[in-house]
């Protein structure tokens, strides 16, 4: 990593860590059945069409359970991919979307924190400024993401999992979880 982009990382937890003090969200545990409408955000990794595979089987599983959902990607570049489209339910955003300390301040990501959400979903495996922000700074009644030393005042519930962790394992316990809280 270059000192530039470790300047606007630690800059960027520095200025999010400040806006969480303001944090006076209505925080509630809920559960998969209470859920009316679910957000997920996820780092889009190039060439990994097994991650889409999951999202897409998700997808059609929330339809089925006729939840409204929405899912943010992040694609860690200027430009998004010509092969990655906005759909209904499904939009990205883009370094080009983000201002200097690489808060998202535009587009598909300022969309997606006006909307309101029971349940937040964090499904990154690696620490993104950018995607600590959006779950940071959304509204959602209950957020949920990995364990991470960084996640303590954005998330309501996190998950530990031990040794490589992958997107499909993370959901998979994430999924485990919401479907056992009763509220």
Not at 97 to 119: H, I, M, T
Not at 132 to 151: E, H, N, Q, T, V
Request: aromatic share 10%; proline share 3%; hydrophobic share 40%.
């Amino acid at each position: 990593m270059s000192p530039v982009h470790n300047l606007k990382k630690k800059a960027g937890e520095f200025f999010l860590a400040t806006e969480l003090r303001k944090d006076n969200r209505q925080r509630k545990v809920v559960g998969f059945q209470e859920a009316r409408k679910i957000g997920i955000v996820y780092p889009v990794t190039a060439g990994d069409d097994k991650e889409q595979d999951i999202l897409k089987k998700y997808a059609l599983y929330l339809k089925e359970e006729r939840k409204q959902f929405h899912f943010l990607g992040y694609v860690d570049r200027m430009k998004i991919p010509e092969h990655l489209k906005d759909t209904m339910d499904h939009s990205f955003f883009s370094r080009s979307d983000l201002n200097w300390y690489l808060r998202p301040v535009r587009g598909n990501a300022q969309r997606f924190l006006d909307q309101e959400f029971d349940v937040l979903i964090d499904l990154s495996i690696r620490d993104s400024v950018p995607l600590l922000y959006i779950c940071g700074l959304s509204g959602a009644r209950f957020k949920i993401g990995r364990m991470r030393p960084s996640g303590n005042n954005i998330f309501d519930m996190m998950i530990s999992l031990d040794g490589e962790v992958t997107m499909k394992e993370l959901f998979k316990q994430i999924d485990h979880y919401l479907n056992v809280i009763h509220s």
